[in-house]
């Protein structure tokens, strides 16, 4: 089965890459012809297979954690896209192993979805994974909060090796508590940032309300964020704080760089490799946005910034983190599978920081939903297109001169740079 699946599920990838690229299908090929296809080939690396999830960052977190591999002299395999179901790891697969499926790498890294994820460790167990949070998001799929929060928990427990844990979600670093035989490392924050980042409880505490609860003692971090400045962050790791440039933008990403510095430390650390913390700083410090994470492109000599936007959390801290103040503004919302189907949580993102410009272009199968939210808010709107092509076209031309900003879900990211890709230098990730 291996002689056919293999050659297979290369020809079909090629052919989904001329429709754009980034397409699962040809993991979905593979895992319906030959399902021991994922299982037998990452069973080869000598590091194992390290997991990432949670309900924000887990994109931009795992490229981070690639390359300050790749800094250290490792070998990384994993899921550029962001697709993060099993499918898409198997069709990145497909695109990495030769004709006879041997795959040549030191260690996997690999993004996943909280609920794929369930199922990606009962097939094959991790040696390490990173648990960065759990927030109220696609409530079609996940129920309530304390769902994801289990799905966390059954990645932990299927780990072999170590579980990186945030210590500031209380959801997270309790999964610690459960834990029999695995190695737990938390990653943290200075008190003086923890409003900064709220956990799920901290955004829905009422004024004068009791304070969610935490744990009784906060565990040590092997990494603490201890001070985020414009382009610069703080760390304190083997009780020395280091300071480092970051090209990364978004406080959001400041703090899983915390997260990722754990995870690298943890695996190099597990073997023979030993990490030089010059050469992690050096890398971290270059690491530039995942695709649609604050990627910034530029359309008629002005940047035009791509945020994604998936829950009242990540709209939240984009829209801080990324001021409206002098940028066009467009917003596109689409209810596709993958970006959930329930749109109810605009209901609790607070848009008054948009309030003095406005909102020049709404767009995606949700636009007038948004349209709707954003007149309670009392956010003045340009125009409502619901189609991304000719809404993205006037977006462009009447913002002409001007730097522009794009907040967008996961799929209508994906379509605004497929139609940008026609107009400007777009990265092709696949």
Wanted: hydrophobic share 40%; charged share 25%; proline share 5%.
């Amino acid at each position: 089965m291996l002689y056919i699946s293999v050659p297979l599920g290369k020809l079909v990838r090629r052919v989904s890459r001329l429709r754009g690229g980034g397409s699962a299908l040809p993991g979905l090929v593979v895992e319906k012809i030959d399902p021991g296809f994922m299982q037998r080939t990452l069973a080869t690396l000598p590091h194992g297979v390290a997991v990432v999830s949670g309900t924000n960052g887990k994109t931009t977190t795992t490229k981070m954690v690639v390359e300050l591999l790749e800094s250290q002299g490792l070998k990384v395999f994993t899921n550029r896209t962001g697709s993060n179901f099993t499918r898409g790891v198997a069709a990145a697969l497909l695109g990495e192993v030769d004709w006879r499926g041997r795959l040549t790498a030191d260690v996997a890294v690999l993004e996943l979805d909280e609920a794929h994820a369930v199922h990606f460790v009962n097939r094959v167990p991790p040696r390490y994974s990173l648990l960065l949070n759990v927030l109220r998001d696609q409530l079609d799929r996940f129920g309530e909060i304390d769902k994801t929060a289990q799905l966390l928990q059954h990645i932990a427990d299927k780990t072999s090796g170590t579980v990186v844990l945030n210590r500031e979600d209380p959801r997270v670093a309790r999964i610690a508590d459960t834990l029999t035989g695995q190695d737990v490392q938390y990653f943290g924050l200075d008190d003086s940032l923890l409003s900064t980042f709220p956990n799920d409880d901290d955004m829905r505490a009422a004024p004068g309300s009791p304070t969610p609860a935490v744990l009784p003692r906060k565990p040590h971090a092997d990494v603490v964020l201890r001070k985020v400045g414009p382009d610069t962050a703080d760390f304190e790791y083997d009780g020395v704080t280091v300071t480092t440039a970051m090209k990364l933008r978004g406080v959001y990403n400041i703090f899983n760089a915390a997260a990722a510095l754990t995870l690298a430390r943890s695996i190099c650390g597990g073997g023979a490799v030993t990490a030089d913390h010059a050469t992690l700083l050096t890398a971290l410090s270059r690491v530039e946005p995942a695709f649609g994470r604050g990627e910034s492109l530029t359309v008629d000599g002005q940047p035009l910034d791509l945020v994604l936007v998936k829950n009242p959390s990540g709209f939240r801290l984009g829209l801080k983190s990324f001021p409206a103040d002098g940028y066009a503004t467009m917003i596109a919302i689409n209810d596709n599978y993958a970006d959930g189907r329930d749109m109810s949580w605009l209901w609790d993102v607070e848009f008054d920081s948009l309030r003095d410009g406005g909102v020049d272009q709404l767009t995606g199968s949700r636009a007038y939903d948004m349209a709707l939210r954003l007149q309670y808010d009392d956010v003045r709107i340009g125009a409502v297109q619901p189609e991304i092509a000719p809404a993205l076209t006037e977006f462009i031309r009447a913002a002409k001169g001007k730097p522009k900003r794009i907040f967008c879900t996961y799929t209508a990211m994906l379509a605004i740079r497929r139609e940008l890709s026609k107009i400007t230098t777009v990265e092709v990730v696949s």
